[in-house]
Nanobody, 123 residues
Framework: QVVLVESGGGLVQAGGSLRLSCAASGRTFSTYAMAWFRQTQGKAREFVAS????????YYADSVKGRFTISRDNAKNTVYLQMNSLKTEDTAVYYCATGTVVPVVLPGGYLYWGQGTQVTVSS
């Protein structure tokens, strides 16, 4: 069993930055890939970024490539999402997810989810 707790969301102006954190419990954290998804009301959960268990491989949605960076610290059981040059369309609830060895882009590939943290980007 893995429990994920996200933090770091908030209100920021367009062009600004935020760093999201996701702290995980469970000794299997370092063996799992991690991912960030986001969701707005009435829309499906959308892949944002993922990272392999070692941190060597990272993957990004085209909409965030070059602006967002995913990283992890296995010693701290934490994954991060650094978000720069934020746009109003980045406004969403952001979720971290884990429970798969392969960093897939589909939500169904992940077993464990956090409760989400709201990110609001104002114009």
């Amino acid at each position: 069993q893995v429990v994920l707790v996200e933090s770091g969301g908030g209100l920021v102006q367009a062009g600004g930055s935020l760093r999201l954190s996701c702290a995980a419990s469970g000794r299997t954290f370092s063996t799992y890939a991690m991912a960030w998804f986001r969701q707005t009301q009435g829309k499906a959960r959308e892949f944002v970024a993922s990272i392999s268990w070692s941190g060597t491989n990272t993957y990004y949605a085209d909409s965030v490539k070059g602006r967002f960076t995913i990283s992890r610290d296995n010693a701290k059981n934490t994954v991060y999402l650094q978000m720069n040059s934020l746009k109003t369309e980045d406004t969403a609830v952001y979720y971290c997810a884990t429970g798969t060895v392969v960093p897939v882009v589909l939500p169904g590939g992940y077993l464990y989810w956090g409760q989400g943290t709201q990110v609001t980007v104002s114009s």
